[in-house]
């Protein structure tokens, strides 16, 4: 994922620095593709769910397209900085996995569905990392929103790793699947962002990149 100028800073983020800030961090209020809001409140008939899968700019455009899926942001979850912004995620720091958030219609689109987008657009077994993207923060993972969804998620680990061990791939998934925490919106310029400047690099596109089981 590449970085901006505008997030450079005089001195680099270490451990003594101070991190996050009592305010949120601004933020785009509709979505780019088709001005829906990405922000509560939503209807009722709508249901969210949050999947980290390496550069949350591919992992949001994989979403957004789903018949059913109503709107999608990007952001930070999982971690323990209050309202952190991009830099201080990427320093490693703060603990957070770059995220999108997904709001569907269960009556279109499962979640069952959106766990095998999820599990068929990265490899899952790379650990702190996707494809080119190295860091805490590209970490696979599923932050769940009712019980139903854990329960769920996990049982659909445990099928994909069989289906891993059956196509000869022994590799281990390391993705993490707990209840969600916290999701702080990411800024203005990381929401839908491959749908204005479609020709960036991200590792999500990368040939070497899927974990799907042939």
Known sequence: MSDFSFFDQPEPITSASKLGRDHEIETATSHFVHSRNIKPPFA???QQAIFGFGCFWGAERKMWPLPGVWTTAVGYTAGTTVNPNYREVCSGLTGHCTAVLVVFDPREISYQQLLE???QSHNPTQGMRQGNDVGTQYRSGIYTTSPTQLGQALASRQSY?????????MDMISTEIKPAS???YAE???QQYLAKDPGSYCALDSADNSGTAE
């Open 117 to 119: 987008v999820f599990w």
């Open 161 to 169: 790793q069989q289906a891993l061990e059956e196509g000869g791939i």
């Open 44 to 46: 009722d008939n709508l």
């Open 182 to 184: 916290q999701f702080y």
């Open 188 to 190: 203005e310029c990381h």
